[in-house]
């Protein structure tokens, strides 16, 4: 593994300077949110992310450098579904680093993380119809296009045109060794 994922409750998480991926224009717009415009913007949203330990650091291992995140968040795409455990799958890296096969690397060794030590029914995973680099990611990693949808990203005071995927426990079963 050429990469690691954290808790941000880590030391890898809170060298601040170590999460540049969040400063960079278009990275975190690219997910609905705003790109960081300083270093207290950053904090801010690190103590979220441990209050709700559901977002972790994906981290170049040998400079214990931060250069993305991925959170397995407490949500549900499908009201249908209520008797069932589910998490959303979300993730954000930095430009610097696309093309590497990083993410895909990482949500596979989520999506594993999820349903053999959490349990979970149901993954759901979605990006923006105008971001095929997380289109590429979520179909290397086995997941199978569930519909469209609309996503208000209230950070950003827009709406984004959403692609809906899924994993279920027997999808994930089924899975080649290749992506496991």
């Known amino acids: 593994m050429k990469s690691h994922i954290c808790n941000p ?6 060298g601040f300077s170590n999460v540049e991926y969040a400063r960079v224009e278009g990275v975190g717009e690219m997910a609905g949110w705003p790109h960081h415009a300083n270093i207290e913007t ?3 949203i690190l103590k979220g992310f441990i209050a709700n330990d559901d977002v972790y650091a994906l981290v170049i291992k040998e400079q214990n450098k931060a250069i993305g995140s991925l959170g397995i968040h407490n949500k549900s795409r499908d009201s249908s579904y209520k008797a069932d455990l589910q ?3 979300g993730y954000v890296l930095n430009k610097a680093y696309w093309g590497r096969g990083l993410m895909p690397e990482a949500v596979r060794g989520v999506i ?3 349903f053999e030590e959490l349990n979970v029914d ?4 979605a990006h923006f119809s105008t ?3 997380s289109k590429r990611v979520i179909e290397k990693s086995g997941f199978r296009f569930y519909g469209d949808g609309i996503y208000k990203a209230k950070a950003l005071n827009k709406s984004f045109e959403d692609k809906i995927y899924i994993m279920t426990k027997e999808d994930y079963d089924c899975l ?5």
């Open 112 to 114: 594993k993380y999820a």
């Open 122 to 125: 149901i993954l759901w995973c």
């Open 42 to 44: 950053s904090k801010e």
């Open 9 to 14: 409750n880590a030391v890898c998480f809170f």
């Open 131 to 133: 971001n095929p680099q």
């Open 176 to 180: 080649p060794l290749h992506l496991l």
């Open 87 to 89: 998490r959303e799958i």
